[in-house]
């Protein structure tokens, strides 16, 4: 028979009638009804040339044909099942390299975390970290990178995406700041000298939009492009700076730095893990996604 003629439904049909010797119990055993298994059965006795399926003493038996089928059979249904079921790999077992392109301040609060996780459990697996350059995600598009992590939104149609935290902010300033000595109410928040953390190096702020709506200002004398050096920066200066909690809490680690939370409500925002669409089934891909999301920082 010319195999474009096959239908793969039969396979299934003929596994049931094979193991169950009964239409009735085959039928229900895929879901169709005893009609349907009965057309089945012939359609199959047709392709065979063979009656497959005859009455015995006891009900129907298998004929001599029909159990040469079965182990082939066998082999053959578990080979349809594995090539259309999703690919796994143990994460063990997985290699090459994986592209994250991040800024300093996920990198920071997130991944540490995840390649330490990555390194025990998956140990084949190399990890590259690149930065990412203001909201330019098209390195997904272009397969530059794996995963973009980043505060970035993004609706593209071809990209998929989680949240891995809501993140809120805090203010880290010198213990010997005396901006802070009697607490930081917003007065002496406006009053104080700050560091501002701005990746284009211009424009305001959301703290500067915030205070506007009050008709207030605050005093920025610094701006810096990454946030992993604003520690050093205001260790032993008067100045105050405002960033993500997940990162301020790991900064004021260091001596002579205090943790404060901002005198105005400064709306949390999230983060999230960015993928291409081709590598939804991936199963490198879906494993990191797990290790990340379970990574979340804390």
């Known amino acids: 028979m010319n195999i474009k003629n096959l239908d793969l439904n039969l396979l299934a049909a003929l596994n049931a009638l094979l193991e169950e010797k009964n239409v009735t119990r085959a039928a229900a055993r895929i879901n169709l009804s005893q009609p349907a298994t009965s057309r089945a059965l012939a359609r199959l006795r047709n392709m065979f040339q063979d009656p497959l399926l ?30 259309v079921s999703p690919p796994s790999i143990e994460p063990g077992a997985m290699q090459g390299e994986v592209v994250i392109a991040t800024r300093d301040y996920e990198l920071a609060a997130i991944l ?7 390194r025990v459990e998956s140990p084949n697996l190399t990890l590259r ?13 272009n397969q530059h990178v794996d995963f973009i992590l980043t505060a970035t939104e993004s609706k593209a149609a071809t990209l998929y995406r989680y949240t891995v935290y809501k993140e809120s902010f805090v203010c880290l300033a010198s213990k010997d700041n005396p901006a802070i000595q009697k607490g930081m109410t917003l007065e002496t928040y406006t009053a104080a000298k700050h560091c501002l953390v701005t990746i284009s190096g211009f424009g305001l702020g959301i703290v500067d939009t915030l205070l506007a709506q009050k008709n207030l200002k605050r005093n920025v004398v610094v701006r810096v492009p990454h946030f992993l050096a604003v520690a050093h ?13 997940r990162l301020g809490e790991l900064l004021s680690r260091q001596e002579n730095i205090i943790l404060i939370n901002p005198p105005l409500k400064i709306p949390s925002f999230p983060v999230y893990l960015y993928w291409h669409a081709r590598n939804q089934n991936n199963p490198i891909h879906r494993w990191i996604r797990k290790v990340i999301q379970t990574s979340d920082g804390k």
Do not use: F, W
Request: aromatic letters at 2%; charged letters at 20%; proline letters at 6%.
């Open 233 to 245: 920066i205001i260790a032993d200066s008067d100045l105050v700076v405002t960033l993500p909690r």
């Open 112 to 118: 540490p975390k995840v390649i330490n996780r990555l």
């Open 129 to 141: 970290i690149i930065p990412l350059i203001g909201d330019d995600l098209s390195s997904l598009e």
């Open 54 to 83: 005859v009455k015995g003493a006891r009900g129907m038996v298998l004929t001599a044909r029909a159990n040469e089928l079965y182990q082939p059979l066998q082999h053959i249904l578990n080979d349809i099942t594995a090539m």
